[in-house]
């Protein structure tokens, strides 16, 4: 398995952006449906943005209009624009496929924290 690598995280003040990157190196990127999935403290772990191998796009109702998931299959990176953030999108931040399958590990992910 291989293991996205996130990064792009940090400490924001509500109303503030942040962009996430995440480089999840595999030969079968390009065909591969990615997600963008945030876990806070003592929640489970949760898909807010997805893109398809074609570049559609869904999110999360809590996101939708303030986040923008993005990708570029020439360098394997898969993006998260953050706007509007909020103290409750606080979490660790990790990409993966979608829907998560044998392809990738869980990553380390990126820590955002939105302060009030």
């Known amino acids: 398995q291989r293991q996205p690598v996130e990064s792009g995280g940090g400490l924001v003040q509500a109303g503030g952006s942040l962009r996430l990157s995440c480089l999840a190196s595999t030969s079968i990127f390009s065909i591969t449906a990615m997600g963008w999935y945030r876990q806070a403290p003592g929640k489970q772990r949760e898909l807010v943005a997805s893109v398809t191998s074609g570049g559609s796009t869904n999110y999360a109702d809590s996101v939708k209009g303030r986040f923008t998931i993005s990708r570029d299959n020439a360098k394997k990176m898969v993006y998260l624009q953050m706007n509007t953030l909020k103290p409750e999108d606080t979490a660790v931040y990790y990409c993966?496929?979608?829907?998560?399958?044998?392809?990738?590990?869980w990553g380390q992910g990126t820590q955002v924290t939105v302060s009030s």
């Open positions: 993966n496929a979608n829907p998560v399958g044998p392809f990738f590990s």
